[in-house]
């Protein structure tokens, strides 16, 4: 991935956030549900097509993508040079931006071979007639630079906001918005290193439904690693905090590695990729080839020992941390399994650890039971602690005793455990045979 999908990847998430508000008032109120939900749906993809902003941005999109995909940089700053948009597509940006040329270049040769490549998308004001929808996007900044024959690379871009507005009934909100990396290129063609995503907050309003979500300080890291002719994907995920209001939950973490990739079939992924961005296949024949080139690069990876591995899922709640941590892969694959998927069940190779404090449980149990006891009580009365706690209790023990009977969870020292593997065919839960509850009755 290179910064410049930034440019995108920033309109398109304004686009889904827009869409979803589209939703909000599209259904007539005197359709039954489900056909309103279906109408509520069918308008919003409708108006989203066909709003300025979508049309916009695909056209313009659609030009920048020669540009976006060529990681060469010397032929990409004779793009850079050349690039102009389209009179059709400068007609579509200009009620967008009030400019019809928005995305500014600035390029730098040095002395020594490194190539500098800047670029500002302007801020985005836009109000739909139709939809009344309004969109504001604070400009877009980054920075591309190539280094030592160009075979490095560095790249940052920042978007301090995004706003959506639904005459002040719904409201999407982000801010602090950035991303840097830096590569190395290596055999087979592909580059290799890290990279971060940060996105400091995000608040979703709906005014008539009472809703409130808040997430803050979320870090995305990945690393590309290169383990001789084999390829290691690790991601790293973190968010600070979830608040819905009436309660919250964080950190919550997640860590794992796709390993033993391919590293040839997945260099010939990535051209194959550039040759059918850069082509007018109609669409019939691009999902084709694309399922095609998945095909290819699926059983490589399969072959060559291709895993997930579940470093950590976890998520905390009051102080309370709950999570699991794993391994998924196959053994002994074969390409003529690709065709015939089930034959894939008797080779996956997994194994699970769960673990999460019972204490926790009972946490979830006080919520939910002072809320319903809370909703049923009289007029002038109140919910004492100890009601909660017994009946809190009594929930708790009642959730975990079929569990615990046929043996799906342990409990040691407080805390609730689980290990679930599949080898072979055979699925085992705490090391031994998984009993469904018919088979106790």
Do not use: C
Not at 134 to 148: C, D, P
Not at 176 to 200: C, H, M, S, V
């Amino acid at each position: 991935m290179k910064t410049q999908t930034i440019y995108r990847s920033t309109l398109l998430g304004a686009l889904l956030l827009t869409a979803t508000a589209h939703a909000q008032n599209a259904a007539p109120p005197q359709l039954p549900a489900v056909v309103a939900d279906a109408d509520a749906a069918k308008r919003a993809v409708d108006n989203l097509t066909n709003s300025e902003l979508f049309q916009g941005f695909t056209a313009a999109s659609n030009e920048l993508t020669p540009l976006l995909i060529n990681d060469n940089p010397a032929s990409k700053l004779v793009q850079i040079k050349k690039f102009d948009f389209s009179t059709e597509t400068k007609k579509k940006l200009l009620p967008l931006y009030g400019s019809d040329h928005p995305l500014h270049f600035k390029t730098r040769i040095f002395k020594d071979g490194q190539a500098e490549i800047s670029y500002v998308l302007d801020a985005l004001n836009h109000r739909d007639p139709k939809s009344r929808v309004t969109t504001q996007i604070s400009a877009l900044t980054g920075k591309s630079v190539y280094r030592k024959h160009n075979t490095q690379y560095g790249g940052t871009a920042s978007l301090p906001s995004i706003h959506v507005d639904v005459e002040n009934e719904v409201q999407f909100y982000a801010h602090d918005i950035t991303y840097t990396e830096n590569q190395t290129r290596k055999d087979p063609g592909l580059w290799f290193g890290r990279a971060e995503f940060k996105l400091g907050h995000l608040s979703v309003d709906v005014v008539k439904k009472d809703i409130h979500l808040k997430v803050d300080d979320t870090v995305i890291k990945t690393d590309v690693k290169k383990r001789g002719t084999l390829v290691d994907v690790e991601v790293d995920s973190v968010t600070q905090s979830i608040n819905w209001g009436g309660d919250q939950l964080g950190p919550v973490h997640s860590a794992y590695r796709f390993s033993n990739i391919d590293g040839k079939a997945l260099a010939s992924f990535g051209e194959s990729q550039k040759r059918i961005a850069q082509s007018k296949m109609p669409a019939d024949a691009t999902a084709a080839t694309t399922l095609r080139m998945f095909r290819t690069l699926g059983i490589a990876t399969l072959k060559s020992g291709g895993a997930l591995d579940i470093q950590d899922v976890s998520v905390q709640y009051h102080g309370m941390t709950a999570g699991l941590d794993g391994r998924v892969g196959f053994d002994h694959v074969q390409d003529a399994d690709w065709d015939a998927p089930m034959s894939l069940l008797p080779k996956l190779n997994l194994h699970i650890n769960f673990h999460a404090p019972k204490d926790l449980l009972m946490e979830i149990s006080r919520r939910v039971v002072r809320s319903k006891l809370a909703a049923e009580a009289a007029p002038g009365s109140t919910v004492s602690d100890p009601m909660v706690e017994d009946a809190a209790l009594e929930v708790t023990n009642k959730l975990l005793e079929l569990p615990l009977k046929l043996k799906w969870l342990r409990l040691e020292h407080g805390t609730l455990l689980s290990t679930l593997d599949f080898i072979g065919g055979n699925l085992t839960v705490n090391g031994e045979p998984f009993r469904p509850p018919t088979a106790n009755r």
